[in-house]
């Protein structure tokens, strides 16, 4: 993920630059954001989530309309999959995102998805249909659901602003 000398260079450009102007030259110059624009763009591999926390970070660092998603909000995920391929975790406190290298024990919610397509599925679905895709066992969730819905509010304005709807 971004390092923290990384994101205190970079947490000036949004009062410098506009958040439009930042985002041209994040996408422009950033192999870290074209990745995540590959994947969000539906080529979903194991490092889907890992990609999509990255691209993320970058976005809280270099834009101050998409950091107000995390203004005033604390939360602690833990994703995986269910053969345990990808285990993230992210945690949003004081208005900055850290994502532990390690799984975190003391989540708020905790949400297994049956394979990284599940997950992008889940994710970026317009609905986010919980029941269908807990029948369908798709994804399984222990603690707070609504923490998923604000991710998944998140990772949408983060397509969309990628111009990928």
Known sequence: MTSSILRGLLRPIPYILSDWFTF??????SGRLRKLRKELSGEVTDYFLDILLDGMDLAFCLCKGYRKNIKNFEGRYLFG??????????????GDMKTPEDAIDDWDVRVTFKDADALNAF?????QDILNSLLANNVEFDGN?????????MARDLAHRFGIE
């Open 24 to 29: 041209r030259i994040a996408r422009v110059l």
């Open 145 to 153: 659901v609504t923490y998923i819905f604000k991710f998944g509010f």
């Open 81 to 94: 999959t269910a053969d345990g391929r990808v285990v993230s975790s992210v945690i949003f406190k004081n």
């Open 123 to 127: 994710i970026f679905s317009r609905d």
